[in-house]
């Protein structure tokens, strides 16, 4: 631990990433991880790992052989083919939040995700041009049974967006239906490997369990070429213990047997180390989103993935807070911090994230802003004889008013960072204006983003093979 002072951009030194790097190929070779698949079983035991049942233990120098076999860095290709999107090399693709069973927004309130909200999520999303790839699991569309629902969910991004996108997933079945209907957009099996168009995640039990549905998930990935995200669930003192040294050192043993599984299935499958490791709220039970210990997972997460060599999916924006608040706020403003200082290559909750991952919501539009400002952070600042400005200095001089120059009105809309979210007014000018709060504004913006949605198309004949694979395994799912 070290002292108060300069934040950490790199919390772990040489020798911390090593002696992690130990405890985790350690973990592996005395612990071992259970693996609940015969078929995977048999692979790593052919593979000449030592199966006791179904636990597995690891050799060593086996996983990195493995491991070494997984690309830096990939391309994902959309149905429209300009939609390419290269992750790896601190990319910082941003992608909206998955998973949530509920929907919120300002006039409508919280509800039960349906397939609506799905497609206007999607709309949004696309209509969006900071998210270039999309997720399936925007909302659960729980208006559909659940054992079919996924094929709704896929279809409903192959018809409303043309990009690349992550699969429903939650076992081997439902990806490879998302897989077969990427196939179908992408002109066949053989050209949906040669340029993938989606991705999936997987998530271990942690600490150490690798069940059935995902390692069929993660099979299917790699027999579709199709990259995965390895990503244990961590929570300090829960399914971790509760030191992120010793939290780190399970994810690590977690995602290096994940990549090795999925390269003994297909050589050169592309993965990603993910990072989803926070603290716990000890008086609820609950995860303790955008604090800092998640921020100082995401940094050390990062430090790691560059060490195996990785493309890192991380960060978000991430929060525990319930309503629209200050809470949710700081909360997210933290983890987009964390972010964009550990160099993501790919974030997966990057905005609508709400309620721990609870809540879908559609004022979506404040994370975009934080998104907008990062970004604009990144650009740096540009040091020329134009932006110098000397020559106005020496024109107005001392005490000279900049406001009207004709250097200002030439150059404000492009150095300075004007926001249609967060303004700087009077409180008379806010009260005659309706005295709005930020909610408030960002459900008028989010109505004035899916009102901007342009259909991007779809070839008829496409959507008809579409319509009908999803009609034949609905039949089939809830038979």
């Known amino acids: 631990m070290r002292p108060g002072g300069a934040l950490p951009l790199e919390p772990l030194g040489p020798d911390d990433l090593d002696r992690i790097h130990a405890q985790a190929l350690r973990l592996l070779a005395e612990v071992g991880t259970e693996v609940h698949d015969d078929e995977m079983l048999e692979r790593l035991a052919g593979a000449g790992q030592r199966v006791d049942g179904t636990r ?11 491991l070494a076999l997984a690309p830096a860095s990939f391309t994902l ?4 083919p300009e939609r390419r999107v290269t992750i790896g090399d601190g990319s910082l693709v941003m992608m909206p939040v998955g998973g949530p069973p509920f929907a919120h927004d300002e006039e409508r309130g919280r509800r039960d995700g349906s397939l609506a909200d799905h497609v206007e999520l999607v709309k949004l999303a696309h209509a969006s041009d900071l998210l270039p790839v999309l997720q399936s699991g925007t909302v659960e569309a729980q208006d559909r049974e659940a054992s079919s629902r996924h094929l709704a969910m896929d279809h409903s991004i192959l018809r409303w967006s043309d990009r690349p996108f992550m699969v429903y997933g939650t076992s081997g079945e439902k990806a ?15 050209a949906l490997l040669e340029r993938p168009m989606t991705l999936a995640v997987v998530n271990p039990n942690s600490p150490l369990v690798w069940d059935g549905l995902m390692v069929t998930q993660l099979a299917a990935c790699a027999e579709y070429g199709q990259p995965v995200a390895v990503t244990p669930f961590l929570l300090a003192g829960a399914s971790a213990p509760v030191t992120l040294a010793a939290g780190l050192s399970v994810l ?3 995602v290096l047997s994940g ?18 490791f926070t603290g716990v709220d000890m008086r609820s039970g609950g995860p303790s989103l955008g604090l800092p210990e998640s921020v100082l997972a995401t940094l050390a997460g990062a430090q790691l993935a560059r060490r195996y060599g990785l493309p890192l999916r991380g960060g978000g924006g991430l929060c525990s807070g319930i309503p629209l608040d200050a809470q949710a706020a700081a909360e997210t403003t933290m983890s987009l911090w964390a972010t964009h200082l550990a160099g993501v290559d790919l974030a997966v909750h990057a905005a609508g994230w709400l309620e721990g991952g609870l809540v879908a919501s559609y004022e979506l539009m404040l994370d975009l802003e934080l998104i907008r400002m990062f970004g604009w952070l990144a650009r740096g600042l540009d040091v020329d ?10 024109e107005l001089g001392p005490g000279g008013l900049f406001l009207a120059h004709e250097h200002t009105l030439e150059r404000f809309r492009t150095d300075v960072f004007m926001s249609p979210l967060f303004r700087s ?9 309706g005295a709005r709060h930020l909610p408030a504004v960002a459900a008028g913006e989010w109505r004035r983003l899916l009102d901007s949605y342009e259909d991007p198309g779809i070839d008829a004949g ?14 089939e799912c809830e038979a």
Request: include cysteine; charged fraction near 30%.
């Open 56 to 66: 597995v233990r690891w050799d060593a120098d086996w996983v990195l052989a493995q």
């Open 77 to 80: 290709t959309g149905r429209n």
């Open 176 to 190: 490879r239906d998302g897989f077969e209907l990427a196939a179908l957009a992408a002109g066949g099996r053989d």
């Open 252 to 254: 690590a043993a977690e």
């Open 259 to 276: 990549v090795a599984m999925a390269q003994l299935v297909r050589p050169g499958t592309p993965c990603l180390m993910g990072t989803f």
């Open 385 to 394: 004889e134009e932006s110098l400005a000397f020559d106005a200095l020496a």
């Open 425 to 433: 007014q009077a409180h008379p000018t806010w009260e005659k204006q």
């Open 462 to 475: 496409l959507d008809e093979a579409l319509r009908e694979y999803v009609d034949r395994r609905t039949r």
